[in-house]
Nanobody
Framework: QVHVVESGGGLVQTGDSLRLVCAAS????????MGWFRQAPGKEREFVAVINWSGGSTYYPDSVKGRFTISRDNAKNTVYLQMNSLKPEDTAVYYC?????????????????WGQGTQVTVSS
């Protein structure tokens, strides 16, 4: 049975940093592109970052580019999202997901497995 579990969320102030961790079990993430999405209250879930199977390629939307960094440790079956210079608009539930079909998937439909999410709240 596949489990994807996010951790590391919390309440921080504007300008602070957080590192989210995504731990997978029941699958070997080296075969998957791994992504992060987020959903703010009243808004649709949106793409945040993706990393290909080897870690050699990443992609971010403009809203987080230069502030967020996705990385992975295939030996630990773990993915990370380093978030710096956080803003109140980054407040959301952050989800980790695994895609077996796309090298750099940015659409939710391209992902096969999802975690339950971790809350990130940035106060002004």
């Amino acid at each position: 049975q596949v489990h994807v579990v996010e951790s590391g969320g919390g309440l921080v102030q504007t300008g602070d940093s957080l590192r989210l961790v995504c731990a997978a079990s029941g699958l070997t993430i080296r075969s998957y592109a791994m992504g992060w999405f987020r959903q703010a209250p009243g808004k649709e879930r949106e793409f945040v970052a993706v990393i290909n199977w080897s870690g050699g390629s990443t992609y971010y939307p403009d809203s987080v580019k230069g502030r967020f960094t996705i990385s992975r440790d295939n030996a630990k079956n773990t993915v990370y999202l380093q978030m710096n210079s956080l803003k109140p608009e980054d407040t959301a539930v952050y989800y980790c997901a695994a895609s077996r079909n796309a090298a750099l998937a940015i659409k939710q439909l391209e992902y096969d497995y999802w975690g339950q999410g971790t809350q990130v709240t940035v106060s002004s």
